[in-house]
């Protein structure tokens, strides 16, 4: 602060003293590098000045750094050329485009149409098992009752036979095609009733049954109880006794699908 002052009045002072000289020289032409002339007080205030001028108040220096953004050199444009069947191509290509976008249309509506499918092919596979889980969740800690027989049929448990398959084929070797078909028909509704957990009541019919069987069972399986529900029906109820083809199938399709 004090230096500042100092400053400020030795500058005044050689205003002052300057002054006069400069307005006598007014029609002074200078020379380049050369300077007007003082009095010489006027000179020993310009050298206090310039004393003072050249202290560490008044010579700091300040570096400052800045990025700057760096320009790149221009690219000198160059004269490319391609060979005539890469032109031809890309002109072929921007001619058939029409033409691939029917195509993309076409392969578009050809993935949504496999989609629906597998989605309907699940649906129809594992809507027995679904169903059955789904049950599982809902039904109530108390065991469910079972029926102990459907439509004339013994389905308990302790009923089945140990081997479903040779005894009715014994039955159906002694002429009782009826008992034979009644023995796969029986050992069936109690595999479903116990290790399947399908639902059936007591006064469910063999169409009834069948139509729960299709709602809570895979479709081999279900397929199969149809097959064997009309040709019971067929030597129970009409008195025709099946072919022993037929009767053969039967008993191969029980060894497949329990």
Known sequence: ????????????????????????SDNLRLKEGEELPRAPVAEHAHDAI????????????????RWKKKEKPEQQDTDESYPDWMI?????????????????????VLLWGLLAWIVVYLIRRYYGDVGRFIRNLNQDA??????TTLFGLDVKKTSLPKDVVARSREQWSQGDHRGAIATLLQASLIKLLHDHECTFYDSD????????????????LSDYMWSLIRLWQQVAYAHRVPSAAQFDQLCTGWQEVF
């Open 1 to 24: 602060m004090i230096n500042w002052c100092r400053s400020s009045a030795l500058l005044a002072m050689w205003l002052c003293f300057a002054t006069p000289v400069l307005a006598q």
């Open 50 to 65: 310039s004393e003072i001028l050249a202290t560490d108040d008044f010579s700091r220096t300040k570096t400052v750094t």
């Open 88 to 108: 031809s191509f890309a002109e072929s290509m921007e001619n058939a485009g029409d033409f691939f976008e029917g195509m993309a249309l076409i392969l578009k």
């Open 142 to 147: 108390t065991p469910r009752e079972l029926p």
């Open 205 to 220: 019919t063999e169409t009834e049954c069948g139509q729960r069987i299709e709602a809570q069972s895979t479709k081999p």
